[in-house]
């Protein structure tokens, strides 16, 4: 049985050792760990070189010089000793597929063939019904506003918000949930002890404290363009529901919706004006037949759950009646206090006024010099 | 045998006295400068020696000593030629003894005796009548120039043969020049009225030209930012006869002599992008010369497009704007240029260039681009907005003259509340005198702690809103600051880009 241990420990170690090497993606790990019977063999095959030659007779043959040129750096780069003190010291879970814990269903295709986590570890926070809430980094102060919304209320319901942990939608989801006291799961592209992006590096230290963040690459994978697409297919696989709040026409949270339904699971997307640039990808799926999500709880519902009991709306107070003319004038898009004068015929001080007035009662915020309808 | 000459030379854009004293002694012939010269003052002497000769003047066997004092002064230029020349010929007991008492002396001398223009001359003469010169020599093309001058005799002088004999008294001096006519008001056919709408960006304008304060238009490509921006001359208030004559010395200075007397409409400067930071903000090596910023003195520096400046170069504009001069260092000594301008800049709302609601920058894209135009550059603006194309049935708006108008009047209220206070425009109150020079009744102080907490702003920024909406209530006639005119201020500062 202790021999047993060991060996998984080590296999643990090596696994890990080899998802931080350089262009050593997920798709040639599981390529090598298949062909030379586990991860322990894979590496010992690397570090003599073997793992290269047999990767270059899968690869296509324009790829195989650049695979050739990172190849010769692994069996220098490969230090197993190195990177279990890595995993001690951080006391990170390494669980492989097959393993018990192994977070994602078999039916899965394409899916990591190991998985690095750190965080709250006795919490069960894979345990729960999991939805993966996405979207655009470009987001509009609406869109930001909806995924701290959505997060907060999935939270409530005792749902772990999953999500990537980058700029805009994904970061207002996290920190609803977070607020709401909800367990989350960020998923990131790089090795969990580089933070991107750096000014993230509050929102990583309390996701670890109330979730977890996973991924797949090993430690020291600095972020590239690419590792990012290939992210989105865990997001998608580790959730049960997507829904997507904003995204652009070509974005990554697309990416993720089509791999959740893909995997089968219902995709949603927050519907948003025609004129809204970040709303385009969102919009599109709807156009493609994803569900329509106007209330929160639906998600809720959509995994036989019972939502949470709703916070009552916020009391507001009437609008005056210059006031309702903004908000006439506005019609629920964003506009700038030029477009208000105009519409509104009020002078700048009015429309000042106004908007101050409809600030107060939380009717609109100001966002880069326009006034957004809440 | 001693004479002694006054004359002066310009650092930055200052004169400064220089006394020209020249000894002829024993010794083998030569000629020797000494007292900080530059290489043009050290090789005026062919100059000076062909000039005398060719005016009837004869060069002296002995040795010729000239000293510029005060010796610690680093003087540049030919401005000295004249005055070293008559100074040699007072030595050289060739002209009477006392003639050139409280007489100043400017001008640069041809080989055959002719008496060349100088750069600078309204500041040099300037300093030389406050030194308690009766009259100043100056070159014949620079007379209408120094003319400027009140309180001192002009001598124009076209030759050296010809000073000679008026100095001498054997001919009457010319006369000197009638003061040039005033021009008339330039009328170059920009106006607002030919701006369509843009209420909003008409106020935050009037509101610029009223207190100085910084403006930053933002918008996308074709908006009207520009065509806004080049009509603030058109409302901006003259300058009095203190800040022309100010004006009109530097630009001479800088090499720029007025052509019709005094300047009167504020300097609106508009450099390219290309411009290099010694351009903007002054330097050079040699030569320490003016920047834009201090080309556009008591006027108005547009700069179109700001995020297509150098990084560099918009660093440099953040110690002018803070002290409304540039001092400029170089072992072994320093130069103050006065910069106290209003700066006045467009640029994208974004990478992009759409701006909201079309924007697809993220977050990060914009957070970098905010980094290439300065956060400290950004936070110096009183009045930042965003402008959107006017709607096409846009009535056309108030004229410059009705504007230029009410800022006039605006401007007047303050010069008569800061009369003994060293600032006379809103823009300027330090923040430490905000509290007693700006009083906010209890409504106004309300809106402005709201304002400050809904948009967590900093102090700097709470003290810019108050200093706007001082503006807004000077040009609204009402002695006190309101609510409203707090609440318009800080919306006529977002935060954008």
Known sequence: MRCRERALAEGHVAAATLAGLPDLTPARLRALVDHFGGPVEALAAVRRGLGAAYLATRVRADHRDALARAAASWPGLADPARVAAQLAARGTTVWLDGEPGYPILDEVPGRPYVVLAEGRREARVLDAPRVAVVGTRAATPHGLADAHDLGAHLAASGITVVSGLAIGIDAAAHEGALEAGGPVVGVVATGLDVEYPRRHTTLYRRVRAAGLVLGETGFGVRPSPKRFPVRNRIIAALADVVVVVEATRRGGARITAEYGAQYGRPVFAVPGSRRNASAEGTNALLADGAEVLLDWSDVVVALGLTPAARRAAPARPAPSAPGRRVLDALAGEPASPELLASRTALPPEGVAMAVAELERGRWVRRDRGWVWPC | ?497
């Open chain 2, 1 to 497: 045998m001693l004479g002694s000459v006054t004359s002066a030379t310009l650092i930055g854009v200052d004169g400064h006295v220089v006394t020209v004293e020249v000894h002829i002694g024993g010794g083998l012939p030569g000629y020797s400068v000494v007292g900080l010269p530059d290489a043009a003052v050290r090789e005026s002497r062919e100059r000076v020696r062909a000039a005398l000769a060719n005016s009837g003047f004869a060069w002296p066997s002995q040795r010729v000593t000239v000293n510029l004092a005060p010796g610690g002064l680093r003087k540049t230029g030919a401005g000295f030629e004249v005055a070293v020349a008559l100074g040699i010929a007072l030595a050289n007991e060739q002209l009477p003894a006392g003639v050139l008492d409280r007489v100043g002396v400017l001008g640069e001398l041809g080989l055959d005796g002719s008496v060349r223009p100088v750069p600078g001359t309204l500041a040099l003469v300037d300093v030389l009548a406050r030194a308690g010169m009766a009259s100043v020599v100056v070159p014949a093309a620079n007379a209408a120039e120094a003319a400027l001058v009140r309180g001192v005799r002009i001598r124009p002088a076209t030759h050296l043969g010809s000073l000679r004999a008026c100095l001498e008294g054997q001919d009457d001096w010319p006369d000197p020049p009638a003061p040039p006519a005033e021009p008339e008001p330039a009328d170059d056919g920009v106006d607002l009225a030919e701006v369509r709408g843009l209420t909003w960006a008409r106020r935050a304008l009037e509101t610029a030209a009223a207190g100085a304060h910084h403006l930053l238009l933002t918008g996308p490509p074709g908006a009207g930012k520009t065509m806004l921006a080049r009509r603030l001359p058109t409302i901006l208030p003259p300058l009095d006869h203190h800040e022309a004559l100010e004006v009109t010395r530097i630009h001479s200075a800088a090499g720029h002599p007025p052509v019709h007397g005094l300047l009167r409409e504020r300097p609106f400067r508009a450099p390219h992008h290309t411009a290099s930071t010694a351009a903007l903000v002054g330097g050079g090596s040699r030569r320490p010369g003016p920047g834009e910023v201090t080309l556009a003195h008591r006027g108005a520096l547009f700069l179109d497009e700001l995020g297509e400046f150098p990084p560099h170069a918009l660093e440099a504009m953040r110690q002018p704007l803070e002290d409304r001069v540039v001092r400029i260092s170089r072992q072994p000594f320093t130069i103050t240029f006065p910069a106290d301008f209003q700066l006045v800049a467009c640029s994208n709302p974004c990478p992009c260039g759409l701006g909201p609601p079309r924007c697809t920058c993220s977050d990060l894209q914009r957070a970098r681009y905010r980094r290439r135009l300065s956060a400290p550059l950004l936070d110096r603006f009183d009045l930042r907005l965003d402008v959107r194309p006017p709607e096409p049935d846009a009535p056309p708006g108030e004229s410059s003259a009705v504007v230029r108008e009410r800022v006039a009047a605006a401007v007047a209220r303050q010069e008569a509340r800061y009369a003994n206070r060293p600032w006379r425009r809103n823009a300027h109150i330090p923040a430490g005198a905000l509290g007693r020079m700006v009083p906010l009744d209890a409504d106004a102080a309300d809106a402005w702690r709201e304002r400050i907490e809904e948009r967590s702003l900093t102090g700097r920024g709470a003290a810019r809103i108050r200093r706007v909406a001082r503006t807004l209530a000077d040009l609204d006639d009402s002695a006190s600051v309101s609510a409203t005119h707090v609440t318009l201020a800080s919306m006529l500062r977002e935060d954008v880009p």
